[in-house]
Nanobody, 122 residues
C-alpha cells in the first residue's frame, strides 16, 4: 500500500524559510512525477510545484523564484520555501503519479499525503 508522509511544516515569520519533505513508501517513485499542492482556508487546492522524470520541474507563478522542488533519487521529494509571506499559509499536500511527466493538474496524480500545515505570520 502506497503511503506519502509529509513533514517540515510549522509556523514561521514573513520572510522566513521552511523545508518540507515527503517520504513515499509502498513502491518506488524514483522515475515518476511527484508534486506539491496547497489549500488555504476557504480556497480550492492549488498547484505549487512538481518534479518529473530527469528532474524536470514546474512551478506556479506565485512561487517561482522563492520555492524549489527537489528529490533524492529514491522516494523522497522536498520543497524548499524561501521568502515566505502570509499568502503562503496553507495545508501543503504531497502527491505522486504513476506517470513520469510532471503536470500541474490534480488529476495527474494518483496518490496523496495527509498534508502538513504551514503558517506564515506577518
Amino acid at each position: 500500500q502506497v503511503q506519502l508522509v509529509e513533514s517540515g511544516g510549522g509556523l514561521v515569520q514573513a520572510g522566513g524559510s521552511l523545508r518540507l519533505s515527503c517520504a513515499a513508501s509502498g513502491r518506488t517513485f524514483s522515475n515518476n512525477a511527484m508534486g506539491w499542492f496547497r489549500q488555504a482556508p476557504g480556497k480550492e487546492r492549488e498547484f505549487v510545484a512538481a518534479i518529473g522524470w530527469i528532474r524536470s520541474t514546474l512551478y506556479a507563478d506565485s512561487v517561482k523564484g522563492r520555492f524549489t522542488i527537489s528529490r533524492d533519487g529514491k522516494n523522497t521529494v522536498y520543497l524548499q520555501m524561501n521568502s515566505l509571506n502570509p499568502e503562503d499559509t496553507a495545508v501543503y499536500y504531497c502527491a505522486a503519479s504513476n506517470a513520469i511527466a510532471a503536470v500541474t493538474v490534480q488529476g495527474g496524480y494518483d496518490y496523496w499525503g495527509q498534508g502538513t500545515q504551514v503558517t506564515v505570520s506577518s
